[in-house]
């Protein structure tokens, strides 16, 4: 696999690039989005983000970023459900208007949701109206480092195959499990983030863990904080919808095989609240909530009374990193919301009631 260091830049009659951009909830996909924004190299980017649960916060960070390479108009939040259930009544639509606009784009980022299989979304590709005008440049899988290092996606694989000799239940993985490993089948390059948490050993630990996750082998790089340059992320020039029937999800196998699958494993909320006058103690307070309720992802803004800018909330597992992202607009309503995304049976009135219970 080769790297464009001058881009892609369209050729009259070209088609459109599209960089479709994958990973677990919290690994870090909208930080390195508004990386490439702030080094586009004058491209114009136009952005499909596809937002889980009822609050855009990642179109709201992006539209917050102030690079030229894309403005407010060029940002399409899709926040109807998971984009790969969504595809011919959100996506497809999507791409048509998108397609018919006078100031075409030089390239499409999409930001699937974290929960998203990325085959449909790629299979859509191959759609009459859309593969003669966009392609697939590329499937980026963003990792959360620190996570795998720590065994929220880890296995001891020595044990489990000791094990299944005695116990063929064993062959069915955990719908996370698999939802990892269908976002790294899919990929045609990997981004191993947070590396900076992660002493050598520790890195190499988790290349090992997630070269085992996938019978393909895309190339694997390291970052810190989202930081890849355009040039490596944007003209791969893969055509990834020509092979998609080679990256099968599990699903997708499952389907093939018979079998039923529930694909309604996750549930999220939005807790609305008042100004947060104590953000220290809020802060920890939530941080006792997701590690009581195994909350897998919880994310959203914060009023500060006092202060000219809001704080933004990021949760991934008890890591939480408040930061203030931008000044409120004039005009805007300041608010507190955050959405809260767990597994089906997570216990909603009681996460919200302990939410409430922190901000008073």
């Known amino acids: 696999m080769t790297f464009s260091k001058t881009g892609d830049r369209k050729t009259p009659g070209a088609k459109i690039p599209a960089t479709v951009i994958t ?7 909208t930080t390195m989005i ?36 894309c403005s ?7 926040t109807n459900g998971c984009i790969c259930c969504t595809v011919a009544d959100d996506f497809i639509p999507t791409m048509t208007r998108l397609l018919e606009r006078e100031g075409r784009p030089d390239h499409i980022v999409i930001e699937t949701s974290g929960l998203a299989l990325p085959q449909p979304l790629i299979a859509a590709f191959n759609w009459p109206d859309i593969r003669t005008q966009v392609t697939v440049d590329g499937v980026i899988t963003v990792v959360d480092s620190a996570a795998v290092a720590a ?13 299944r000799a005695e116990d063929d239940n064993l062959d069915h993985e955990s719908p996370i499990e698999e939802l990892f490993e269908d976002q790294l089948t899919a990929a045609d390059l990997i981004v191993l983030n947070k590396t900076d948490l992660l002493d050598a050993a520790g890195i190499e630990a988790v290349r090992r863990e997630v070269a085992s996750r996938t019978t393909r082998k895309p190339m694997m790089i390291e970052a810190a904080n989202g930081a890849v340059p355009a040039s490596v992320l944007l003209g791969l020039g893969v055509g990834t919808e020509d092979d998609i029937a080679n990256r099968k999800s599990h699903h997708e196998m499952e389907h093939e095989a018979g079998e039923e699958h529930d694909h309604d494993e996750f549930a999220s909320f939005v807790v609305e609240l008042g100004p947060i006058a104590d953000t220290t103690a809020f ?18 803004f914060a009023d500060v009374p006092g202060k000219p800018m809001r704080l933004l909330i990021q949760a991934v597992g008890t890591r939480i990193d408040p ?13 507190t919301r955050l959405v809260v995304i767990g597994l089906h049976d997570l216990d909603e009135a ?9 901000a008073a």
Do not use: M, P, Q, T
């Open 72 to 78: 407010e108009d060029d940002i399409i939040e899709l």
């Open 34 to 69: 508004r990386n490439i924004l702030e080094n586009a190299d004058g491209r114009r980017i136009a952005l499909i983000i596809n937002e889980f649960g009822d609050l855009g916060v990642d179109g709201d960070v992006l539209k917050g970023c102030g690079a030229e390479a």
């Open 151 to 163: 065994g929220r996606f880890a296995d001891d694989h020595d044990k489990v195959d000791a094990a």
């Open 323 to 335: 930061y203030f992202d931008r000044a409120w607009a004039a005009g805007e309503v300041r608010r």
């Open 283 to 300: 802060v920890s307070r939530l941080k006792e909530i997701v590690s009581a309720h195994d909350v897998l992802r919880l994310k959203g």
């Open 350 to 358: 009681a996460v919200r009631a302990a939410i409430v219970a922190a």
């Open 23 to 29: 990973g677990f909830l919290g690994a870090g996909k």
